[in-house]
């Protein structure tokens, strides 16, 4: 894992074709998109368990990832610090030691699927804005702290492939955006 700021983010993203808009938000430039949308659960053990879902979803298909924390700090003071620690701790391993406000970019590789699953889990858990992109950029997982997961996905195929992983956790396929 290496960790990257925002510029890098940016940068990363442009050379994919995501498009990155207000308040660091982030889209497919392919459009229209199919969107998957899955509710993430109350319960501690389904949060963990829909995480690893994903993650076996994404995995097996994709060599390297972006996992990008878009915000947080929406709860006080106590509960933030609980899940920063957390992260703090994932992170704690890397060469670099800057702070998740200064790095809150990921790159991360399919070797790293523990790590991957771990970071998955806090913006989850914590009710926090984060993306999971791998490198072809044919989907962008937006995990949002409206207690949601969104799957916008470049092709039907895609959408599909998520929908039936998912089947068990009540994954919906949307209307197209664009």
Known sequence: MKTIGNLEVLEWCKHRGIINGPDRQMELASKPCEVVEVAIPERALDII??????????????????FYMRD??????????????????IRAGLESKEPLL????????S????????????????QWDAYLI????????????????????ASSDTARHFCDELSNWGAASLVSSG
């Not at 947080?72 to 701790?89: K, P, T």
């Not at 200064?102 to 590789?109: A, I, K, N």
């Not at 490198?135 to 799957?151: Q, V």
Request: with cysteine; net charge negative.
């Open 134 to 153: 791998p490198t072809d950029a044919i989907y962008l997982i937006e995990i949002s702290h409206e207690c949601r997961i969104r799957i916008y996905c």
């Open 111 to 126: 070797s790293e699927i523990i790590d991957i699953t771990g970071l998955l889990i806090q913006p989850m858990l914590f």
């Open 49 to 66: 368990a829909l995480a690893l879902a994903i993650t076996n979803s994404s995995v097996p298909v994709h060599t390297d990832f972006l």
């Open 72 to 89: 947080w700090g929406f709860w006080s003071e106590a509960f933030e610090q609980s899940g920063l620690r957390i992260i703090e701790n």
């Open 102 to 109: 200064e790095t809150p970019g990921h790159l991360l590789s």
